[in-house]
T-cell receptor, first 112, second 116 residues
Framework: QKEVEQDPGPLSVPEGAIVSLNCTYS??????FMWYRQYSRKGPELLMY????GNKEDGRFTAQVDKSSKYISLFIRDSQPSDSATYLC????????????FGRGTSLIVHP | GAVVSQHPSWVICKSGTSVKIECRSL??????MFWYRQFPKQSLMLMAT?????????EQGVEKDKFLINHASLTLSTLTVTSAHPEDSSFYIC????????????FGSGTRLTVV
C-alpha cells in the first residue's frame, strides 16, 4: 500500500460544477497537508496548505483534512475551464524532515 | 511570494552527452533544494536532496554518479545528467522551501529532457 493514494482520473465536469478531489493516506504522522496544481509541462504550483485537521478556504478553493479518517479533500466551486490541470495532494510529517510525500495526481477537465 | 527559477525549460541532447539543469531561488535563500523526476501521468519522484556546501543526499535507487548535484550557494543548485541515455528522458523539477510559507514548497517550472 502506498503512503498516499490518489485517483488519477481523469475527472471531467461541466463549467460551473463543484469539483471534489480526494486523497487518502496511511501514515498517521502526517501533520501538514498541501494541494498543488500542475499544468501540462509545468512545475506544480502550491494552492493550499493546512496544518492538522480542519477546513481552510481561499476564494473558490476549500481544503478539508480529516485526520481521524486519514482523508483530505479539495473542493473547487464554480469550476472554470482554466482549472483544467492535474491536482496533486502532498503531505509531510511534523518536526524533522518536511519533505512532502506526493499523491500521483488527479487529472481534472472542465469543459465549457 | 517565493519564486524558483529553473533552466532550461527543455533540452534535447545526444546519447552519451551530459546535460546541466539549473535551479535558482530568486527572492529567498535556500539551504536545501530538492530534485524530482516525473514520468507522464505519474507522481513526483524525489531523486535527491541538495544541501548547500555539502554533499547531496540521494534516494534509494538513484545513481549519484549519473545524477551529479552541486549546491554551491544559497540560491543555486545544479543537476547534471552525465552520459545521458534515452531512458533518462523525463521531466525534471526542482523545489525549495521558503520558511516564510510554512511547509509549502515552491517548484521550478521543470525541465523536459529528451535524449536521442
Amino acid at each position: 500500500q502506498k503512503e498516499v493514494e490518489q485517483d488519477p482520473g481523469p475527472l471531467s465536469v461541466p463549467e460551473g460544477a463543484i469539483v471534489s478531489l480526494n486523497c487518502t493516506y496511511s501514515n498517521s504522522a502526517f501533520q501538514y497537508f498541501m494541494w498543488y496544481r500542475q499544468y501540462s509541462r509545468k512545475g506544480p504550483e502550491l494552492l493550499m496548505y493546512t496544518y492538522s485537521s480542519g477546513n481552510k478556504e481561499d476564494g473558490r478553493f476549500t481544503a478539508q483534512v480529516d485526520k481521524s479518517s486519514k482523508y483530505i479533500s479539495l473542493f473547487i466551486r464554480d469550476s472554470q475551464p482554466s482549472d483544467s490541470a492535474t491536482y496533486l495532494c502532498a503531505m509531510s510529517r511534523s518536526g524533522g524532515s518536511y519533505i512532502p510525500t506526493f499523491g500521483r495526481g488527479t487529472s481534472l477537465i472542465v469543459h465549457p | 511570494g517565493a519564486v524558483v527559477s529553473q533552466h532550461p525549460s527543455w533540452v534535447i541532447c545526444k546519447s552519451g552527452t551530459s546535460v546541466k539543469i539549473e535551479c535558482r531561488s530568486l527572492d529567498f535563500q535556500a539551504t536545501t533544494m530538492f530534485w524530482y523526476r516525473q514520468f507522464p501521468k505519474q507522481s513526483l519522484m524525489l531523486m535527491a536532496t541538495s544541501n548547500e556546501g555539502s554533499k547531496a543526499t540521494y534516494e534509494q535507487g538513484v545513481e549519484k554518479d549519473k545524477f551529479l548535484i552541486n549546491h554551491a550557494s544559497l540560491t543555486l543548485s545544479t543537476l547534471t545528467v552525465t552520459s545521458a541515455h534515452p531512458e533518462d528522458s523525463s521531466f525534471y523539477i526542482c523545489s525549495a522551501r521558503d520558511s516564510g510559507l510554512g511547509s509549502g514548497y515552491t517548484f521550478g517550472s521543470g525541465t523536459r529532457l529528451t535524449v536521442v
